[in-house]
């Protein structure tokens, strides 16, 4: 028997209504429009520039919360959290012109270790998962890098955008790359930024091989589960467990402090499935879900094709593979109805979860084609 959260009650995400953004871009100072300035939706393929006018519309969005981006040369960034449930006319976006520091110029050619910063930040940027090879930074030269030798911490960012191609999902991605840290010591990274996909124009052949290739990305991503969580079907495919933790005393099965030899508490998995209803639950927020739960998860995948059952005693058959896990650093990690993660820092992930990078990045509007009959197709 499947547990559907009932309380969600929602038709599938490709029957919703579509909306648009309208609005504005003038300078904050004498009221003059901007024009050209890159207005978007953060993660997704929904971008405009702004016309002589400084006007913009953004067209083909799904209801949801979204972070709308302003960016002009010459401005400081606009950035504004909206919530879609209808068509939205903006009172008019207001850019700072931004003072210009001497000390902004930099000239890649002088410093005679940026190759070496550069293959640090395009090892942890892009990843080292499915399809970095095929991901090139075109325009490395606007990368503004410093490395502290002492410290072993590499920073980042840019003041335009940084454009990527990736030839294996037939995107290009402009990037604008707020902050980027790289602690070589502790063995932790961070980056935080907004970007915007642009499809690849390409040949009837390349196009199927981008398709497959978003397919092996998508299926079993958060956003997968997520949806799938919001369309009550998340048992279909998925199948997510508590972790908590026990004592061990064996040295067979502990694991000791390296330093002092004691053996601690570890963690250990549950084997009881979790019903949808024990962990997901609406806000006071319209459109906005959260994931919480006493414990952290663990999220196991069923690929298409493969046959799976539960017995009499609630136990899961199957060749399944583990995929994620959520550990919670917020009481809760919320999301929306495209599936989006409002507060990424909110959990930390594990598995394949946690290693996704730029390589591997798909935008949020992105929605796979019904799945063919044959799951090879798909992975």
């Known amino acids: 028997m499947k547990h559907v959260l009932i309380i969600l009650f929602l038709l599938p995400l490709t029957?919703?209504?579509?909306?648009?953004?309208?609005?504005?871009?003038?300078?904050?100072?004498?009221?003059?429009?901007?024009?050209?300035?890159?207005v978007f939706i953060n993660n997704t393929s929904v971008?405009?520039?702004?016309?002589?006018?400084?006007?913009?519309?953004?067209?083909?969005?799904?209801?949801?919360?979204?972070?709308?981006?302003?960016?002009?040369?010459?401005?400081?960034?606009?950035?504004?959290t909206i919530s879609v449930e209808r068509d939205i006319t903006m009172d008019d976006v207001k850019l700072l012109p931004k003072l210009m520091m001497m000390n902004e110029v930099v000239i890649a050619g002088k410093d005679p270790y940026r190759a070496r910063k550069l293959a640090m930040f395009k090892e942890q940027f892009l990843g080292r998962a499915l399809f970095w090879r095929q991901c090139t930074i075109i325009n490395p030269d606007i990368l503004k890098l410093t490395f502290s030798d002492h410290q072993k911490i590499l920073t980042a960012s840019t003041n335009d955008f940084l454009e990527i191609e990736n030839n294996a999902l037939g995107y290009k991605l402009k990037y604008l790359l707020n902050s980027f840290t790289l602690n070589k010591r502790a063995l932790n990274m961070a980056y935080e930024g907004f970007v915007l996909f642009e499809e690849k124009q390409g040949t009837a052949e390349q196009k199927a091989e981008w398709e497959k290739n978003?397919?092996?990305?998508?299926?079993?991503?958060?956003?997968?589960?997520?949806?799938?969580?919001?369309?009550?079907?998340?048992?279909?495919?998925?199948?997510v467990?508590?972790?908590?933790?026990?004592?061990?005393?064996?040295?067979?099965?502990?694991?000791?402090d390296p330093l002092t030899g004691v053996y601690k508490y570890v963690r250990?998995?549950?084997?009881?499935?979790?019903?949808?209803?024990?962990?997901v639950h609406r806000t006071d927020?319209?459109?906005?879900?959260?994931?919480?739960?006493?414990?952290?998860?663990?999220?196991?995948?069923?690929?298409?094709?493969?046959?799976?059952?539960?017995?009499?005693?609630?136990?899961?058959?199957?060749?399944?593979?583990?995929?994620?896990?959520?550990?919670?650093?917020?009481?809760?990690?919320?999301?929306?109805?495209?599936?989006?993660?409002?507060?990424?820092?909110?959990?930390?992930?594990?598995?394949?979860?946690?290693?996704?990078?730029?390589?591997?990045?798909?935008?949020?509007?992105?929605?796979?084609?019904?799945?063919?009959?044959?799951?090879?197709?798909?992975?």
């Not at 609005?23 to 004498?30: K, Q, S």
């Not at 006018?53 to 960034?77: C, H, K, M, W």
């Not at 978003?214 to 199948?239: C, E, N, Q, W």
């Open 214 to 239: 978003r397919r092996k990305i998508y299926y079993g991503s958060p956003t997968h589960f997520l949806r799938t969580l919001l369309a009550g079907k998340v048992d279909s495919d998925f199948m």
């Open 15 to 38: 029957c919703l209504a579509q909306f648009k953004i309208s609005g504005r871009v003038i300078n904050a100072t004498d009221g003059k429009p901007v024009p050209d300035a890159s």
């Open 241 to 256: 467990r508590p972790f908590c933790m026990k004592h061990v005393d064996s040295v067979e099965s502990g694991h000791p």
């Open 47 to 80: 971008g405009a520039k702004a016309g002589s006018d400084g006007s913009f519309t953004l067209r083909n969005l799904n209801p949801g919360q979204y972070n709308l981006i302003v960016s002009a040369i010459g401005y400081e960034r606009f950035s504004k």
């Open 268 to 279: 250990m998995p549950r084997y009881d499935t979790l019903k949808t209803n024990s962990y």
């Open 285 to 379: 927020k319209p459109g906005i879900y959260a994931i919480g739960y006493p414990e952290d998860l663990d999220i196991f995948y069923y690929k298409p094709g493969v046959k799976h059952f539960r017995d009499n005693q609630g136990n899961e058959f199957g060749n399944r593979g583990q995929i994620g896990s959520i550990d919670f650093i917020d009481r809760d990690l919320l999301f929306d109805l495209n599936g989006t993660i409002l507060n990424p820092t909110g959990a930390f992930f594990r598995y394949n979860w946690g290693v996704t990078r730029m390589a591997e990045l798909l935008p949020i509007d992105y929605r796979p084609p019904l799945r063919d009959i044959d799951p090879a197709k798909n992975h």
